[in-house]
């Protein structure tokens, strides 16, 4: 089991960029992949990115290729988020998420999820 937590939200006018962080509990990270997904008002959860266990591998959603970058680091249990040239349509929570067999782009494939971090994006 796993435990995630969020950090590195805030509000940021568009054009800027944001860090997001997650830590994760347990001596087992290494073995999870690791995504970031989000949600907005009245929105269904979305998938953004997702990365491999050995960091080899990553995919983007089409809204966000070319100004996210996910990385981690397996030495400090932690994946990051990367956001560059944000926008308006960013706004949402961000939720980091858990899941050893895939890096599926749906939400219900993914077995843990911290408690998000909201980024307000102003125009």
């Known amino acids: 089991q796993v435990q995630l937590r969020e950090s590195g939200g805030g509000l940021v006018q568009a054009g800027g960029s944001l860090r997001l962080s997650c830590a994760a509990s347990?001596?087992?990270?290494?073995?999870?992949?690791m995504g970031w997904f989000r949600q907005a008002p009245g929105k269904e959860r979305e998938f953004v990115a997702a990365?491999?266990?050995?960091?080899?591998?990553?995919n983007y959603a089409d809204s966000v290729k070319g100004r996210f970058t996910i990385s981690r680091d397996n030495a400090k249990n932690t994946v990051y988020l990367q956001m560059n040239s944000l926008k308006p349509e960013d706004t949402a929570v961000y939720y980091c998420?858990?899941?050893?067999?895939?890096?599926?782009?749906?939400?219900?494939?993914?077995?843990?999820w911290g408690q998000g971090t909201q980024v307000t994006v102003s125009s």
């Open positions: 998420a858990a899941d050893r067999e895939s890096r599926s782009v749906v939400s219900t494939r993914w077995d843990y």
């Open positions: 990365i491999s266990w050995s960091s080899d591998s990553t």
């Open positions: 347990g001596r087992t990270f290494r073995t999870y992949h």
